[in-house]
């Protein structure tokens, strides 16, 4: 396919984390570099699609927790291209009063982004931000405009803090987003654990990933139990993905590799 003018600037023969997670859950916005390494994946790992699919229903259980405890305004930290079971159409359709800010650093995710919610403007926003540098995320103007810090606000990092190595201080960028949101504030995680086999395979896979789109740091359940500090793990605490409020008992499967939690501010 040819550049897209939108895509200016981005270079689309490198895969991207956003684009490959949207081909894995069946959607549009990606390129042959990511459907490549996509399909890379799902040769060693079959179940990737379930993975992915997995991950996003948790997204929604959990958004939909926060909504029942009375959080009405969001800021969803690498959100990806917010395509099928996204926060805004959750948050906006539980309440018309729900406020929605999107953070990615991939451009294209962002521009799509941008598209899909051009018609709830007024309380859905995009920010091109780098999570690691909270500062500018809450201090954009869209933030701002979107935002009122005096009331309880959801802070989502779904399939993302795996990005964030230790050496860019995971649990002190997490400190500024607690300390700037008040009592009745939510913080969801989810997170890469180790894969129960790290076959050849899978490791190869891994590696390759890591070094085409993005590299990761798997953490163990103690050390993403960490990333919760300062704030009140909700029941069932750090669980695997499919195991955080089921949505009904069949749904449960074979695990993934990923634990979440939820977690109120006190
Ligand atoms: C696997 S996707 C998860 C999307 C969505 N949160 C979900 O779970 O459905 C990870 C996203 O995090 C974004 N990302 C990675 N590192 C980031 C960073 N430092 N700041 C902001 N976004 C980041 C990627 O661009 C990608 O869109």
Redesign the pocket.
């Known amino acids: 396919m040819d550049q897209p003018t939108w895509a200016e600037g981005v270079d689309l023969s490198r895969p ?3 684009r490959v ?1 949207d081909y894995l859950l069946g959607g549009r916005h990606n390129f042959a570099s990511d459907r490549a390494l996509a399909e890379q994946m799902l040769a060693v790992e079959p179940d990737a699609r379930r993975w992915a699919a997995a ?2 229903s948790f ?1 929604g259980r959990a958004v939909e927790h926060l909504l029942d405890a009375g959080v009405r305004q969001f800021i ?5 291209i917010p395509t099928v079971g996204n926060v805004h159409d959750i948050a906006l359709g539980a309440t018309s009063d729900a406020r929605v800010v999107y ?4 451009k294209v ?1 962002v521009t799509h982004s941008r598209h899909l919610v051009s018609d709830v403007s007024d309380r859905v926003g995009v920010v091109q ?4 540098r909270p500062e500018a995320v809450l201090g954009d103007p869209v933030t701002q405009r979107l935002i009122d810090f005096r009331r309880p606000v959801g802070i989502l990092m ?3 803090l795996h ?2 190595p230790d050496s860019d201080d995971p649990r002190g960028v997490l400190a500024v987003y607690r300390d700037a949101v008040p009592p009745g504030s939510g913080l969801v995680i ?1 997170h890469m654990t180790h894969p129960a086999e790290m076959t050849e395979d899978v490791e190869r896979t891994v590696k390759t990933y890591s070094s085409s789109a ?1 590299p990761l740091t798997f953490r163990s359940k103690s050390e993403i139990e960490e990333l919760f500090t300062g704030w009140w793990l909700t029941d069932p605490g750090v669980v695997g993905v499919l195991q955080w409020h089921p949505s009904s008992p069949g749904s449960v499967g074979p695990d993934i590799p990923g634990l979440v939690g939820v977690a109120t501010k006190l």
């Open positions: 991207s984390p956003a997670y991950n996003r997204l969803d930290l690498g959100a990806g953070v990615d650093v991939d995710a931000a780098d999570l690691r779904v399939a993302v990005f964030v989810s993005a």
